[in-house]
């Protein structure tokens, strides 16, 4: 059988998603508390792999076994071998033909600033701080430039090893309630770092260093070093991602014994 897996977590702690040999990931830590639970060795493939120190509120993983539970039992089962830092919260049987990552339509991401003269005890390791006043509004109009399907080869990191640097935004929506700024983008896909450099153009410009059509400059320049500073990690979140509504993916499920859909 199949299974999918909607996963939450704190970053803050550990190397990123992916399975290292010498560093604590969330990948290793989810699969050992699912072998646990299974009696038996049981690999996870994901939706969307995050960096050290970033976070998750619906990360979806999906795995196979031959091993059959309750839902209550997977949840409850996998959730005690796993640290305080990372929840299960919800599992799915899933058709054969479903795969966390390729079945996905598209990813969302939110990256959070805390815009305050003075740092926040609380959100130190939840959001990104910045202590200039940022002009939502500027970043705003600067976002409407770089929704579309475009080459974003401005946006990722040197290191990125996607085949193709064009990737589309259905939308790149800033908030602000308070002092905390909100970048909320969804995508058909993201490269490496692709939001943190989004978000760290945008904060430049939402900082007064740089004009608005600056944003449209980088773009069609497709040169990473004319974008600027990478954001944070800590203020970035994994939101959700969408799937074919015939895989009934939901973050979070009644806790009952009956079915697993």
């Not at 969302?108 to 701080?129: D, E, G, K």
Request: proline share 2%; net charge negative; charged share 20%.
């Amino acid at each position: 059988m199949k299974y999918a897996l909607i996963i939450e977590y704190d970053g803050s702690t550990f190397s990123g998603w992916q399975r290292q040999a010498h560093a604590s990931t969330i990948q290793a830590c989810v699969e050992h508390a699912v072998s646990k639970v299974a009696n038996h060795e049981i690999g996870v493939a994901c939706a969307g792999r995050t960096d050290a120190g970033v976070h998750a509120i619906a990360q979806v993983v999906h795995f196979e076994t031959h091993v059959e539970r309750s839902k209550r039992s997977w949840i409850l089962g996998i959730n005690a071998n796993l640290p305080a830092s990372i929840v299960i919260k919800n599992i799915i049987i899933v058709d054969e033909d479903f795969h966390a990552r390729f079945s996905a339509r598209a990813r969302r991401y939110r990256y959070m600033i805390v815009n305050q003269p003075t740092r926040s005890a609380l959100l130190a390791q939840r959001a990104t701080w910045e202590r200039v006043p940022l002009d939502e509004s500027l970043m705003s109009a600067a976002a409407e430039y770089l929704v579309g399907e475009h080459d974003f080869t401005s946006f990722r990191a040197l290191a990125c090893q996607a085949h193709s640097p064009v990737r589309e935004i259905y939308h790149l929506h800033i908030s602000r309630m308070n002092n905390i700024v909100s970048i909320e983008v969804k995508a058909n896909g993201f490269l490496h770092h692709m939001v943190r450099n989004l978000a760290g153009v945008l904060m430049s410009i939402g900082r007064g260093e740089h004009k608005v059509d600056w944003a449209l400059e980088v773009l069609e320049a497709r040169d990473r070093s004319l974008a600027g500073v990478t954001a944070p990690a800590q203020g970035l979140y994994f939101m959700a991602v969408d799937y074919d509504e015939k895989y009934a993916i939901n973050e979070i499920g009644a806790l009952t014994d009956d079915d697993t859909h």
